[in-house]
């Protein structure tokens, strides 16, 4: 059995580049909400220094300054050298990625017996409907057809195992000369690939087993590798155990039986401060509906959740903190009553300060069909979970907002974080839609 991880290189910013293929080759980056710090850079952006998860304020000083001192191949030969000129930057544009992620993915469900999508840029594709020698050429030409049908490039690494496969991507992407395809296939590939490959980005290492491996002389994955199966356990618990077996060819992850996760959570930092109560509740009306519907796909009810708002941690006056623990009194998932209590527990403890930032968490999870039925419970419990279910349907079909909760954010209100940097939804937006003038 062998196992294909396709990963898109580079992922926010390949998808800007499809509509922008002027800015092919050159140094490009995708910011976070707020346009705060960078979260996706192009090849050209990594050469001047420009860091994953780095502030973009310090990213545009710190390019000033390096390209006044630094020769680059890439400096322009005459003109003022600035940042504005030299990297393009981009406000994340998720409508636009997650249209084309699916693009992506539906190519590769072509290409296999079964498809794991690991996340919005990655993918595991089952390979046992192919003989191995024919695995490379096959699947160089699927690197080539989402080039050309999607216009983002991928890499794919094949192994017999997944933490391989994602080993040997991430050589098909180093490496021009694999034509996008890397496969290990032997031993020698095998012990060669981990010999060159830091601990640290090996999937499933963290920072804190990073932190635990290196004081005992494992610097590389193979280091790892060539320790005892009990050392990996003792140290790293049942993960490193199956790290270690899978670095040895022992395929035993299942992306798919993953724990269910404890909690769900969701936040946002705003441009400005918030000191209207309505506009805060729209957004944590917004974040509580996006937290429902999470729990509702991995079927399961919560029974307690906390909301929080509060001033900015920089400001000279005192920090200001809302936050409030609700215990319900029954298990659900359905956004209507989540939203009535967090609007309740808000409410109590309102004051009129300059809100910059808000969330909501939920936890207390359990199955939703196998919650405790509650004897006293007088709800209209079924009409409101197949009210629910038409909601979700209609917004499957027509965009997860077409159906909103009263009181949530709408599409005219001002935005309440910085997106100066917005590309046009080219594909999901009729009106962001390219005119060709020939």
């Given at each position: 059995?062998?196992?294909?991880?396709?990963?898109?290189?580079?992922?926010?910013?390949?998808?800007?580049?499809?509509?922008?293929?002027?800015?092919?080759?050159?140094?490009?980056?995708?910011?976070?909400?707020?346009?705060?710090?960078?979260?996706?850079?192009?090849?050209?952006?990594?050469?001047?220094?420009?860091?994953?998860?780095?502030?973009?304020?310090?990213?545009?000083?710190?390019?000033?300054?390096?390209?006044?001192?630094?020769?680059?191949?890439?400096?322009?030969?005459?003109?003022?050298?600035?940042?504005?000129?030299?990297?393009?930057?981009?406000?994340?544009?998720?409508?636009?990625?997650?249209?084309?992620?699916?693009?992506?993915?539906?190519?590769?469900?072509?290409?296999?017996?079964?498809?794991?999508?690991?996340?919005?840029?990655?993918?595991?594709?089952?390979?046992?409907?192919?003989?191995?020698?024919?695995?490379?050429?096959?699947?160089?030409?699927?690197?080539?057809?989402?080039?050309?049908?999607?216009?983002?490039?991928?890499?794919?690494?094949?192994?017999?195992?997944?933490?391989?496969?994602?080993i040997a991507s991430k050589y098909a992407k180093q490496y021009p000369?694999?034509?996008?395809?890397?496969?290990?296939?032997?031993?020698?590939?095998?012990?060669?690939?981990?010999?060159?490959?830091?601990?640290?980005?090996?999937?499933?290492?963290?920072?804190?087993?990073?932190?635990?491996?290196?004081?005992?002389?494992?610097?590389?994955?193979?280091?790892?590798?060539?320790?005892?199966?009990?050392?990996?356990?003792?140290?790293?618990?049942?993960?490193?155990?199956?790290?270690?077996?899978?670095?040895?060819?022992?395929?035993?992850?299942?992306?798919?039986?993953?724990?269910?996760?404890?909690?769900?959570?969701?936040?946002?930092?705003?441009?400005?401060?918030?000191?209207?109560?309505?506009?805060?509740?729209?957004?944590?009306?917004?974040?509580?509906?996006?937290?429902?519907?999470?729990?509702?796909?991995?079927?399961?009810?919560?029974?307690?959740?906390?909301?929080?708002?509060?001033?900015?941690?920089?400001?000279?006056?005192?920090?200001?903190?809302?936050?409030?623990?609700?215990?319900?009194?029954?298990?659900?998932?359905?956004?209507?009553?989540?939203?009535?209590?967090?609007?309740?527990?808000?409410?109590?403890?309102?004051?009129?300060?300059?809100?910059?930032?808000?969330?909501?968490?939920?936890?207390?999870?359990?199955?939703?069909?196998?919650?405790?039925?509650?004897?006293?419970?007088?709800?209209?419990?079924?009409?409101?979970?197949?009210?629910?279910?038409?909601?979700?349907?209609?917004?499957?079909?027509?965009?997860?907002?077409?159906?909103?909760?009263?009181?949530?954010?709408?599409?005219?209100?001002?935005p309440l974080t910085k997106r100066e940097k917005l590309s046009p939804?080219?594909?999901?937006?009729?009106?962001?839609?390219?005119?060709?003038?020939?």
């Amino acid at each position: 059995m062998y196992y294909a991880l396709c990963d898109c290189n580079n992922f926010f910013v390949s998808c800007e580049r499809v509509f922008r293929p002027d800015l092919e080759g050159k140094p490009v980056v995708v910011l976070s909400g707020n346009d705060g710090c960078v979260v996706s850079r192009s090849n050209e952006a990594k050469k001047l220094g420009i860091k994953m998860g780095e502030p973009w304020f310090k990213a545009k000083n710190k390019i000033v300054f390096d390209c006044q001192t630094a020769s680059l191949s890439d400096r322009p030969a005459v003109g003022p050298l600035r940042y504005e000129t030299l990297v393009t930057a981009f406000s994340s544009n998720f409508s636009l990625y997650g249209d084309l992620s699916s693009r992506v993915m539906s190519i590769l469900a072509k290409h296999t017996p079964r498809l794991e999508q690991y996340s919005i840029d990655e993918a595991f594709l089952h390979c046992d409907h192919l003989p191995v020698h024919e695995l490379k050429p096959y699947y160089e030409q699927v690197v080539l057809q989402i080039r050309k049908w999607v216009g983002i490039p991928v890499s794919i690494g094949l192994a017999p195992t997944r933490t391989l496969a994602k080993i040997a991507s991430k050589y098909a992407k180093q490496y021009p000369a694999y034509n996008g395809v890397c496969i290990i296939d032997t031993d020698e590939k095998r012990q060669k690939a981990l010999q060159g490959f830091a601990i640290e980005d090996v999937w499933g290492i963290g920072r804190q087993a990073q932190k635990k491996l290196l004081p005992t002389g494992i610097v590389t994955a193979w280091d790892f590798s060539q320790r005892l199966p009990e050392f990996a356990k003792n140290l790293l618990h049942k993960p490193g155990l199956q790290t270690w077996q899978e670095l040895n060819g022992y395929d035993c992850i299942d992306i798919t039986e993953r724990a269910e996760r404890q909690s769900i959570s969701q936040s946002r930092t705003f441009e400005r401060g918030i000191t209207d109560q309505t506009t805060l509740e729209k957004a944590l009306v917004d974040f509580m509906s996006d937290c429902a519907d999470k729990l509702r796909k991995q079927r399961s009810l919560c029974r307690q959740f906390s909301v929080y708002a509060h001033t900015s941690r920089f400001a000279e006056e005192e920090m200001q903190v809302i936050h409030q623990i609700v215990t319900l009194p029954f298990p659900t998932a359905i956004t209507a009553e989540l939203v009535g209590y967090m609007l309740a527990a808000l409410r109590k403890q309102w004051r009129p300060y300059p809100y910059k930032k808000a969330g909501i968490v939920l936890m207390g999870f359990t199955p939703a069909d196998n919650a405790q039925q509650i004897l006293f419970d007088e709800r209209p419990k079924e009409r409101d979970e197949r009210l629910q279910k038409v909601i979700d349907h209609i917004n499957s079909q027509y965009g997860k907002t077409a159906l909103k909760v009263a009181t949530q954010v709408l599409s005219t209100d001002k935005p309440l974080t910085k997106r100066e940097k917005l590309s046009p939804c080219y594909t999901t937006n009729l009106r962001d839609i390219l005119v060709l003038k020939c």
